[in-house]
């Protein structure tokens, strides 16, 4: 049971969203967005989150999105993780969707709210690092478009009163040779040990992780280093690693030292898949 | 837009009915079945979302109840275990004793039949999938499975 009372708004427009999260705020209902809600309803049973109004984007149509439109594959805040494995319009982003929690979840877990999600793993958003996607906000300072590796620097950095539309992959990413591994400690159904998403574009070897470090990750400076193809995987890998942004965790999931060994030999599998 | 401020009347069509309940905005869907409306079929678990004994359909769907307020249920349809008439995989469940305790069994039902519904074909892999998403502690695992194959492949079996 959820024991502070909040209020619940459904706008059916970005800018109803927008002005209402404003005028809440406004009067002291610390307003939040609202996608899926698994986030905010399993905190609030545990009063971990206190809030005076959530604001329910699901019935927002551009929120709704899920098509081709031009160039760009375009995917709504509010479209769940199981319809984007269904349609597996973009299969490497299916996958990772298709690991997060578990199958009804997804059938409620939204790619936005993923992307803002408070837990570190965030999985969603590995392939929307490997295909430089645009993010379409919305908030008191209108619509933008921002490239993801802007807007995403260990979590999702909107401004107060912003919130995700959309998210656009374009269309050649979509079809690019890819590996998506989730490594748990033990049932499939579990946080990860180890997940990372890589892919081939332009005979380049991209790579992005989730609980390698205590936030997710695209790390520009491993990649230079597993694509450096005159010296040989392992010590590529092992180049690589050493050049992660923060110290692999030493959690109950794994002592850093298993995580590494984990990480390398997933590492060096990928690398040697995806060159072929 | 459809705002819901206090605790009051909401109205959720359930097992084909539209039915009235007295809720908060912050109550789950699982609250409003379960206290408000009488349908004790959708059980409380852990009611975190990892055990699924809540699970119920919506619009089709398998959804657990315990992580969906009551409020987002409005203009949807929820489909409980009441709401099944003996349908096949109800007897399969029987006929495979796919249970013991029975507490985990409503919820092990609904996403099944959501996965009968949604892809009749599924292959192994899928249902897996699927079915990973309940926990039954008594561990029928074996049987749940052999009653969910038997009606996803029915049509294969009487060709």
């Not at chain 2, 039915?19 to 912050?26: E, I, M, T």
Request: net charge negative.
């Amino acid at each position: 049971m959820i024991t502070c009372n909040f209020e619940y708004y459904r706008p059916t427009s970005i800018d109803q969203a927008v002005r209402l999260f404003q005028h809440l705020d406004q009067t002291g209902k610390k307003p939040i967005y609202y996608g899926g809600g698994t986030e905010i309803i399993s905190m609030g049973r545990m009063d971990n989150i206190s809030t005076g109004s959530v604001i329910d984007i699901k019935e927002i149509p551009e929120c709704r999105l899920l098509e081709i439109r031009g160039s760009h594959l375009v995917i709504g805040a509010g479209i769940t993780l199981t319809q984007i494995h269904e349609s597996n319009n973009f299969p490497l982003l299916a996958q990772a969707g298709a690991r997060v929690a578990d199958h009804t979840m997804q059938n409620k877990i939204t790619l936005g709210g993923n992307l803002c999600s408070t837990i570190v793993y965030r999985e969603a958003v590995l392939p929307l690092l490997l295909t430089d996607a645009e993010i379409i906000v919305a908030g008191p300072r209108g619509t933008r478009a921002l490239p993801i590796n802007q807007v995403f620097d260990q979590c999702m950095n909107l401004d107060k009163g912003e919130f995700i539309v959309q998210v656009k992959v374009q269309k050649p990413f979509l079809s690019y040779p890819y590996v998506h591994v989730k490594r748990t400690r033990q049932d499939k159904i579990h946080y990860p040990l180890v997940t990372i998403c890589a892919l081939r574009a332009d005979k380049e070897i991209r790579a992005a992780f989730s609980n390698v470090c205590p936030f997710p990750f695209r790390s520009r400076a491993m990649e230079k280093e597993l694509n450096r193809s005159s010296e040989p995987v392992g010590r590529r890998v092992d180049k690589a690693i050493n050049l992660a942004p923060a110290g692999l965790p030493n959690d109950l999931e794994s002592s850093s030292a298993y995580r590494r060994f984990v990480l390398k030999n997933l590492l060096t599998s990928i690398v040697t898949e995806l060159e072929g | 837009m459809y705002q819901f401020l206090n605790e009051g009347l909401i109205e959720i069509k359930v097992n084909g009915e539209l039915r009235k309940a007295l809720v908060r905005p912050a109550d789950t869907l699982l609250f409003a079945l379960r206290e408000r409306l009488g349908l004790t079929g959708a059980k409380p678990g852990c009611e975190n979302g990892d055990c699924g004994a809540c699970t119920v359909l919506v619009d089709g769907w398998p959804i657990k109840s315990c992580l969906m307020l009551a409020v987002e249920a409005v203009g949807h349809e929820v489909t409980t275990v009441e709401g099944l008439d003996n349908v096949p995989i109800q007897k399969a469940f029987v006929e495979k004793f796919a249970f013991q305790c029975g507490y985990c069994t409503p919820g092990f039902i609904m996403n099944c039949q959501g996965l009968i519904d949604i892809h009749p074909d599924a292959s192994d892999e899928t249902m897996h999938e699927w079915l990973q998403a309940n926990i039954c502690r008594c561990t029928s695992y074996q049987e749940i499975t052999e009653a969910i194959k038997s009606v996803l492949h029915s049509d294969q079996a009487q060709e």
